[in-house]
């Protein structure tokens, strides 16, 4: 389920919530109302989800971001090791 802001942005992006932002390319990640947060993959996933999406955010530098739905990283825009 999507709350109706994330309806709001999914709407905005052909139906699916985005990965990163636009302009910018910045990494997107999702947070559902019991504040676990989850990567643009599972998000998007939302209708298997218990949970509803309720907010996004950009990581900018948390390295330690996981999806707690996958256990995908979601990999920050400033990290300590870019290749
Ligand atoms: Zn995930």
Known sequence: MLSAKMQGLASGHDG?????????????????SSMRALCPDCAN????LDNEVIEFDVNWENDSLYCDIC????VPAYGEDEK
Request: aromatic residues 16%; negative net charge; proline residues 12%.
């Open 45 to 48: 996933k939302h209708e298997q």
């Open 71 to 74: 256990n995908e990283q979601i």
């Open 16 to 32: 699916e919530l985005p990965s990163h932002t636009f302009p910018g390319a910045y990494p997107l990640f999702y947070i559902d």
